[in-house]
């Protein structure tokens, strides 16, 4: 039998090295839970996951901060964290089931527009309904974990609005006064619905 020549086993060597790397750098960006069932598929001896619960927050956490980058350009500086100013309960309470369902194909336990409704049953009380609401598009202005901002919006509240509301309107100059006061949009309209038009209260 013939010997193998060094050069040909380093090669060979080599190519293994790179594909591990190759292996481990492709499931780098997976979520734990892929990462975790790849991993023990090609090898032995992969530590178990950790509770449920932790993988929760931090799958979420990793994803808030990916959201706001997204929504705002920036990028977060590593380990300060996010500024946190408003928290939904289920988050802060880890019952990450009450809106996850990983059994579902998008991982939630109602379609998107019902699943809010789950909880705030009976939300819809006016006779003038705001759009994203009509249409349970609650993510249009609010983030479902943790936001910077007061109510989980995804930015200032007159942020939020001026986001949609681009049309020029006859009060323009009534409401350039008023935003010269620090007053914001829901100062005087309610942002979900009505018994008045435009929602005023």
Known sequence: MEARHPVRIFFHNLFNVMLLA????????????????????????????????????DYADKKVAELRDELTGKKTVAKTGPVTLSQHLPYVEKKCNDCHNKNNKDGLVAPRNQLCYVCHKDFIKGAYVHGPIAVADCLACHLPHTSANT???????????????????????????????????TDCHDPHFGNLQYFLK
């Open 22 to 57: 190759l292996v481990v750098g492709a499931l780098s960006g997976c979520d734990p839970i892929t990462r975790h069932k790849a991993l023990t598929t090609l090898f032995d001896g992969v530590p178990s996951l950790p509770p449920p619960e932790q993988i929760c927050t």
């Open 151 to 185: 109510s989980l919006l995804k930015n200032g509240v007159s942020a939020v609005c001026a986001g949609c509301h681009k049309e020029k309107r006859v009060a323009d100059k009534m409401h350039d006064k008023l935003a010269a006061q620090q007053m914001v949009c």
